[in-house]
């Protein structure tokens, strides 16, 4: 039997990350990676082999432009979302897409109007080490090992 693992995906602009996790025997596992950190061709090599060797699945969350974002700015982000859906899709791994309102609601968690950025993504850590404290990472990571989780834990 192949192990379950989850591939939580945020993408991000450029500080998008994505992770795999999975519980092995009661220990829990995180693999995380910054999409900067590597090629396309590299993403899709980790998917393809997670995909031979593991039962997996993917979260990935959905993603648009934000107001104020310039247009080359826009057209980079969503060019590279692409790239993530083509990969995804290239290794044959299930996929489903949900808003950040969704995976949040699911951690009973909700950004506050005046909450800083800094301050929410260190609110999303200390959920995600309330969770897993075994899994470490950093402010940046959170969101991915959230999805992945989330993902993980809502699987059909």
């Given at each position: 039997m192949k192990p379950k693992v989850e591939v939580g995906i945020d993408p991000g602009?450029?500080?998008g990350?994505?992770?795999?996790?999975?519980?092995?025997?009661?220990?829990?596992?995180?693999?995380?990676?910054?999409?900067?950190d590597v090629t396309l061709a590299e993403f899709?090599?980790?998917?393809?082999?997670?995909?031979?060797?593991?039962?997996?699945?993917?979260?990935s969350e959905v993603v648009h432009a934000?107001?104020?974002?310039?247009?080359?700015?826009?057209?980079s982000f969503m060019r590279n979302f692409g790239h993530i859906e083509m990969a995804l899709a290239a290794s044959g791994i299930p996929t489903r897409y949900v808003t950040p309102q969704t995976w949040m609601k699911y951690y009973g968690i909700k950004?506050?109007?005046d909450e800083s950025k800094t301050v929410w993504k260190k609110r999303l850590r200390e959920v995600l080490?309330?969770?897993?404290p075994?899994?470490?990472?950093?402010?940046?990571?959170?969101?991915?090992?959230?999805?992945?989780?989330?993902?993980?834990c809502t699987r059909i």
């Open positions: 602009s450029s500080s990350h994505y992770a795999m996790l999975h519980n092995a025997d009661g220990e829990w596992t995180v693999q995380i990676t910054a999409f900067k899709f090599q980790d998917l393809k082999d997670l995909a031979e060797e593991c039962d997996v699945e993917a979260v934000f107001p104020g974002m310039s247009a080359v700015a826009t057209s950004k506050e109007k080490q309330q969770r897993l075994s899994v470490e990472c950093t402010v940046e990571e959170a969101d991915a090992v959230l999805i992945s989780l989330y993902g993980l």
